[in-house]
């Protein structure tokens, strides 16, 4: 039996986006309403955790996220697709495992009280907390103060999220925001992350008066935005010397981070803090 060329070629191609369909792009979407434009990878698990590997579309680098952050419905597909894998639907891609007991390095200093930090995170997943999981280790954080009592923060919070999702929630996976609440009680501070659909994880509301390093860099005033590095170096802030910038200053500052890189960024970002104390003065 003959089988005309063209044919031929449709048939290849038909089979070879079924082979490859578990790196077929799609919107995955996270527990919080975050959309990801990415493609599934594989599926590994860390210590008693499974962590997402992604390739985002957008950038094309490698993002990992814990399972449990995505939405129920993706992490049954993930499920699937991790289950096909180790089936042998996909002999190229097979997931990697590190055993529980393997060793952790020892933290100490700042790396030690951010490590700290990180364990007691919280995100709002629908009416209730729950605990937030960090896949990687973040090199940059922007503390942001705010409540839901304070009208700039109301104004400004929206500008943050949008900007947020657009162009760091997996766009730099390295860096992260945290909300540090100034409400006045645990109930406001979820209603004001509802009511902003906050998409960023924020200090549990009984640590966020308590934790020293929440204390060390508390503004004097809200919203306040405070871009700090892993060593607990601050790189840029919403008021020096308790004159206040504001926190759009800082997220401008944080844009040229991002996009120019840390060198060409640094110099940038002086200059900037220098000229707006000199305003204020």
């Known amino acids: 039996m003959c089988i005309k060329p063209w044919i031929s070629l449709s048939l290849v191609l038909f089979f070879s986006c079924v082979a490859n369909s578990s790196l077929s792009a799609r919107t995955f979407k996270t527990l919080t309403g975050v959309p990801i434009d990415a493609s599934f990878i594989k599926l590994e698990t860390t210590g008693t955790q499974q962590v997402a590997v992604f390739k985002m579309d957008r950038t094309g680098r490698e993002y990992k996220l814990p399972l449990a952050r995505l939405s129920k419905h993706d992490q049954m597909f993930v499920r699937s697709q991790g289950k096909r894998q180790t089936s042998g639907g996909n002999n190229n891609v097979m997931p990697s495992k590190i055993p529980s007991s393997a060793p ?3 933290q100490s200093g700042s790396n030690f009280a951010f490590a700290n930090l990180m364990s007691k995170l919280v995100s709002l997943q629908g009416s ?22 304070c009208g700039p923060c109301k104004r400004f919070t929206p500008q943050l999220a949008k900007y947020y999702k657009n162009n760091i929630a997996f766009a730099n996976p390295k860096f992260e925001i ?104």
């Open 178 to 281: 945290i909300f540090v609440s100034r409400d006045n009680s645990k109930s406001d501070m979820k209603g004001y992350m509802k009511e902003m659909n906050m998409p960023w994880p924020a200090v549990d509301y009984a640590n966020s008066n308590r934790e020293k390093l929440i204390q060390k860099y508390a503004p004097s005033g809200t919203p306040s935005l405070v871009l700090v590095d892993r060593s607990g170096k601050v790189i840029s802030e919403s008021f020096v010397d308790g004159k206040p910038r504001g926190a759009f200053a800082v997220k401008q500052d944080m844009a040229v981070w991002f996009t120019d890189g840390e060198r060409t960024a640094t110099g940038r970002i002086k200059s900037s803090l220098t000229h707006d104390k000199r305003v204020s003065d």
């Open 128 to 149: 209730s907390f729950k605990s937030y999981d960090v896949a990687e280790s973040p090199q940059y954080f922007a503390f942001y103060f705010a409540a839901g009592w």
């Open 104 to 106: 952790v390095p020892p």
